[in-house]
């Protein structure tokens, strides 16, 4: 098999194995009850940069690190548009690892509903990848009082879980 299609073969496969979580569980992080890490995001199109410390306080700050090709990814972020009402004053942090231009798409359909508390990034300094080292996607943090990590999930949570955290 030519180099070239090896190189695709796994990267498709690679691919598949860092999104096949369709059902969550909790993952026991070290950071429990640590403060936000300092992570720095960039905007898909490069027109906004933040840090962590930028992020304002509010009843809760949830992290999701996601790829904007993986199903489950999609269907967590789904169903949280779907029921924005549920999280009101909670600030979202979409975490990309990498541009692309599946996540521009992404980006522009998220951007046209115009929601005040969805941050789309790109950690570019791979901060969140070696602060959390989650072994797939969707990974989400969720932070609660003073910028402290509550709980870590892997795999998608639906809306209906996730506010169960948040209100926990």
Not at 26 to 33: C, L
Not at 87 to 106: E, M, R
């Amino acid at each position: 098999m030519p180099a070239r299609q090896t190189l695709f073969l796994f990267l498709i496969v690679f691919n598949f194995c860092a999104c096949n979580q369709a059902h969550y569980q909790e993952v026991k992080s070290k950071h429990t009850g640590q403060k936000i890490p300092n992570l720095d995001l960039i905007s898909p199109d490069s027109s906004h940069h933040i840090t962590t410390h930028d992020i304002p306080d509010g009843p809760a700050i949830v992290l999701l690190y996601f790829k904007p090709d993986c199903p489950f990814c999609r269907a967590e972020i789904t169903s949280i548009l779907e029921n924005l009402s549920t999280f009101k004053g909670v600030n979202f942090y979409l975490i990309a690892g990498s541009a692309s231009s599946l996540l521009n798409i992404f980006t522009n359909n998220i951007q046209r509903r115009h929601i005040p508390n969805f941050f789309i990034g790109i950690d570019y300094k791979h901060d969140f990848q070696n602060y959390f080292s989650p072994q797939g996607v969707p990974f989400t943090a969720i932070y609660r009082n003073e910028k402290t990590l509550g709980k870590s999930y892997m795999g998608a949570l639906s809306s209906k879980e996730l506010a169960g955290v948040i209100n926990d």
